[in-house]
């Protein structure tokens, strides 16, 4: 693979629920080390480019590779084992399992051995560390969300993708969140794919964003590009 591609690219990706069209030709790219904001109002097709991606939906055309290999023909489980992470929107963790069980569900569902894996995400989350025999349902927003990023980290993935992680969350645990975020884009390693209404959030912590409206594509760039002019057209409400 050319070293500069991105590692998770997507490719005039066209997608339809019940015949009519919602995507229209979305591509974006998702390079090593980099966290890029996916961004629009509610309703322009954010999480439905998510579904494509991972494997939820079916997209009527366009291609989807990660680290080079095709994902079209793979299922969801599939694609996570090649390295995909998911956090869905509204975060669905285990209520009724502890947050240490929360945790051992991602490591199961990928055969990969408990030693060491969960110890090395909890440093990023010491929250859960000291929470690890409390139910997942008692837990606040803001730590399920926590727990729920930690399980997709157990999985080791070249690539994380996270739906509205901030909604509904207080400001004191999105600060931690975009904490870690920083962290890990300092170890360089993974790609982190954020759909994000937040703007502050974006600023905080991405590097480069897309702009979405209607299912299209448009405006990208570097986060510093972001201008006042996008900002008003296709963000605020
Ligand atoms: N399961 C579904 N069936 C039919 N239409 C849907 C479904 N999910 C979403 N939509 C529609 O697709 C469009 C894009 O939705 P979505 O991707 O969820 O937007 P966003 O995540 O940007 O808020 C919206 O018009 C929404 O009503
Ligand atoms: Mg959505």
């Given at each position: 693979?050319?070293?500069?591609?991105?590692?998770?690219?997507?490719?005039?990706?066209?997608?339809?629920?019940?015949?009519?069209?919602?995507?229209?030709?979305?591509?974006?790219?998702?390079?090593?080390?980099?966290?890029?904001?996916?961004?629009?109002?509610?309703?322009?097709?954010?999480?439905?480019?998510?579904?494509?991606?991972?494997?939820?939906?079916?997209?009527?055309?366009?291609?989807?590779?990660?680290?080079?290999v095709a994902l079209n023909p793979l299922r969801p489980d599939?694609?996570?084992?090649?390295?995909?992470?998911?956090?869905?929107?509204?975060?669905?963790?285990?209520?009724?399992?502890?947050?240490?069980?929360?945790?051992?569900?991602?490591?199961?569902?990928?055969?990969?051995?408990?030693?060491?894996?969960?110890?090395?995400?909890?440093?990023?989350?010491?929250?859960?560390?000291?929470?690890?025999?409390?139910?997942?349902?008692?837990?606040?927003?803001?730590?399920?969300?926590?727990?729920?990023?930690?399980?997709?980290?157990?999985?080791?993935?070249?690539?994380?993708?996270?739906?509205?992680?901030?909604?509904?969350?207080?400001?004191?645990?999105?600060?931690?969140?975009?904490?870690?975020?920083?962290?890990?884009?300092?170890?360089?390693?993974?790609?982190?794919?954020?759909?994000?209404?937040?703007?502050?959030?974006?600023?905080?912590?991405?590097?480069?964003?897309?702009?979405?409206?209607?299912?299209?594509?448009?405006?990208?760039?570097?986060?510093?590009?972001?201008?006042?002019?996008?900002?008003?057209?296709?963000?605020?409400?």
């Amino acid at each position: 693979m050319n070293p500069v591609s991105p590692l998770l690219q997507v490719s005039g990706l066209n997608a339809a629920y019940d015949g009519s069209q919602i995507l229209r030709q979305v591509s974006l790219g998702v390079p090593a080390g980099q966290v890029v904001a996916l961004m629009g109002r509610n309703g322009v097709g954010k999480t439905t480019t998510l579904k494509c991606i991972t494997g939820l939906l079916t997209p009527t055309s366009g291609a989807i590779t990660l680290a080079g290999v095709a994902l079209n023909p793979l299922r969801p489980d599939e694609r996570a084992r090649l390295g995909l992470g998911y956090v869905p929107q509204g975060r669905d963790i285990f209520s009724n399992l502890t947050v240490g069980e929360n945790l051992r569900i991602g490591l199961v569902a990928h055969r990969r051995r408990a030693n060491g894996e969960v110890d090395r995400v909890l440093e990023l989350f010491p929250v859960l560390r000291e929470m690890l025999k409390r139910k997942g349902g008692v837990l606040s927003g803001g730590q399920q969300q926590q727990l729920a990023i930690a399980r997709a980290l157990l999985t080791d993935p070249k690539v994380l993708i996270l739906d509205e992680p901030t909604e509904g969350i207080q400001p004191n645990i999105i600060d931690q969140i975009g904490e870690t975020f920083l962290k890990l884009r300092k170890i360089g390693k993974l790609g982190i794919l954020l759909v994000e209404q937040y703007l502050d959030f974006c600023l905080g912590v991405a590097d480069s964003f897309y702009v979405m409206d209607r299912g299209a594509m448009v405006a990208e760039g570097p986060i510093g590009r972001l201008d006042a002019g996008i900002v008003r057209k296709y963000l605020t409400v």
